[in-house]
């Protein structure tokens, strides 16, 4: 019985042992294994439409010899993405009666579509009866309204024979207005003249005495903004802010460095219509050419507008780096320091 139990806990101390090896060497491949991209844009310089209907981008993702895959397409203004691991589907996410339709062989597809030729046939066979219903209809609808006229025609002749009536004379009737609701509408108009003047009057005395109150005010907001310059002058001088600055440029640097793209290549010819414009973008582009050790290449165009460029741009991303530096910025003491200072200056 003992070496049963022995037996079953060693094997269970092998099983669970591998699960965690297994967890510790999936936690090491995601860390630093990186993640390559890869973005390629093209924009042709003749064909139909805009620049957003000319303009085509990929951007691709890999991990781990690509068992992790992503691609994203922009083309003709459209934005399509898919996502696999190994053989799955991750994104898009097809619907069942999709992937049900797919599956569909051809002898299914026509008995399908003859169950609806079927039923197309029986609804004419069905719509002639409708219509001679409501021919009948309309017959009958014809007929009361003809019944009808007849009998509202006869009251016509009653009424042509008996005597008219005197119509109103349309003399026009002169109202000659009241002498007191005159006087009143003007004292009314009066009235409110001489209080509109009064509040005015008041509202200007109010403000001519609340002066030494906005004064206060507008000196005590001044006093406010040259205390809190004071602290914020003496945040940038402390040490900590020195530290932290540092280090966080530090940081920055580390991530920006990592994730920028390892290699630029591609051609891209263009003109701006005016040379002046054409030579100051080229000197702006000159630190990108140095950046890409000379491989894009750029060709000015000096005597019209023109765009024409293939430009291919490759890759990495280590985790490892993002949740390093990501750890250091969030836990140092100084950087926490500053953050709590500078929430108390604009508390």
Same mark, same amino acid.
């Given at each position: 019985?003992?070496?049963?139990?022995?037996?079953?806990?060693?094997?269970?101390?092998?099983?669970?042992?591998?699960? =965690? @090896?297994?967890?510790?060497?999936?936690? &090491? %491949?995601?860390?630093?294994?990186? !993640?390559?991209?890869?973005?390629? #844009?093209?924009?042709?310089?003749?064909?139909?439409?805009?620049?957003?209907?000319?303009?085509?981008?990929?951007?691709?993702?890999?991990? =781990? @010899?690509?068992?992790?895959?992503?691609? &994203? %397409?922009?083309?003709?203004?459209? !934005?399509?993405?898919?996502?696999? #691991?190994?053989?799955?589907?991750?994104?898009?996410?097809?619907?069942?009666?999709?992937?049900?339709?797919?599956?569909?062989?051809?002898?299914?597809?026509?008995?399908?579509?003859?169950?609806i030729d079927e039923s197309e046939e029986k609804d004419n066979l069905i719509s002639p009866k409708a219509d001679t219903a409501t021919e009948i209809d309309m017959h009958l609808d014809l007929d009361d309204t003809h019944t009808d006229s007849v009998s509202y025609n006869e009251p016509d002749?009653?009424?042509?024979?008996?005597?008219k009536a005197a119509k109103p004379s349309r003399a026009l009737k002169w109202k000659i207005p009241d002498p007191v609701s005159i006087i009143w509408n003007i004292l009314d108009k009066i009235f409110s003249f001489i209080d509109m003047i009064f509040k005015a009057v008041d509202a200007l005395?109010?403000?001519?005495?609340?002066?030494?109150?906005?004064?206060?005010?507008?000196?005590?907001?001044?006093?406010?903004?040259?205390?809190?310059?004071?602290?914020?002058?003496?945040?940038?001088?402390?040490?900590?802010?020195?530290?932290?600055?540092?280090?966080?440029?530090?940081?920055?640097?580390?991530?920006?460095?990592?994730?920028?793209?390892?290699?630029?290549?591609?051609?891209?010819?263009?003109?701006?219509?005016?040379?002046?414009?054409?030579?100051?973008?080229?000197?702006?582009?000159?630190?990108?050419?140095?950046?890409?050790?000379?491989?894009?290449?750029?060709?000015?165009?000096?005597?019209?507008?023109?765009?024409?460029?293939?430009?291919?741009?490759?890759?990495?991303?280590?985790?490892?780096?993002?949740?390093?530096?990501?750890?250091?910025?969030?836990?140092?003491?100084?950087?926490?320091?500053?953050?709590?200072?500078?929430?108390?200056?604009?508390?």
């Amino acid at each position: 019985m003992p070496a049963i139990l022995f037996g079953i806990i060693k094997w269970t101390g092998i099983v669970v042992g591998i699960i =965690l @090896l297994l967890l510790l060497v999936l936690i &090491l %491949l995601i860390l630093f294994v990186p !993640v390559r991209y890869e973005i390629r #844009a093209v924009l042709p310089p003749d064909g139909e439409g805009d620049i957003l209907t000319r303009f085509g981008a990929t951007a691709k993702v890999s991990w =781990l @010899l690509k068992i992790v895959r992503g691609r &994203l %397409l922009f083309e003709n203004k459209e !934005v399509s993405l898919w996502a696999k #691991a190994l053989f799955f589907t991750i994104l898009p996410r097809e619907s069942r009666e999709e992937t049900k339709a797919e599956q569909m062989t051809d002898a299914e597809r026509e008995k399908v579509s003859a169950a609806i030729d079927e039923s197309e046939e029986k609804d004419n066979l069905i719509s002639p009866k409708a219509d001679t219903a409501t021919e009948i209809d309309m017959h009958l609808d014809l007929d009361d309204t003809h019944t009808d006229s007849v009998s509202y025609n006869e009251p016509d002749d009653q009424e042509e024979k008996a005597p008219k009536a005197a119509k109103p004379s349309r003399a026009l009737k002169w109202k000659i207005p009241d002498p007191v609701s005159i006087i009143w509408n003007i004292l009314d108009k009066i009235f409110s003249f001489i209080d509109m003047i009064f509040k005015a009057v008041d509202a200007l005395w109010t403000l001519l005495n609340d002066t030494d109150a906005l004064a206060s005010k507008i000196e005590y907001t001044l006093e406010k903004g040259c205390v809190r310059i004071e602290m914020i002058r003496r945040l940038i001088e402390s040490p900590e802010f020195e530290r932290g600055f540092g280090l966080g440029k530090k940081g920055i640097y580390k991530v920006l460095k990592d994730i920028m793209p390892c290699k630029i290549t591609g051609e891209v010819t263009y003109g701006m219509g005016d040379p002046a414009d054409t030579a100051n973008l080229l000197a702006i582009a000159g630190p990108i050419l140095a950046y890409t050790d000379n491989r894009l290449d750029i060709y000015p165009d000096f005597d019209r507008k023109y765009l024409d460029l293939d430009i291919d741009i490759k890759g990495r991303i280590r985790i490892f780096v993002l949740l390093y530096w990501g750890a250091v910025l969030f836990f140092n003491k100084d950087i926490r320091e500053v953050i709590r200072r500078f929430k108390k200056i604009f508390a």
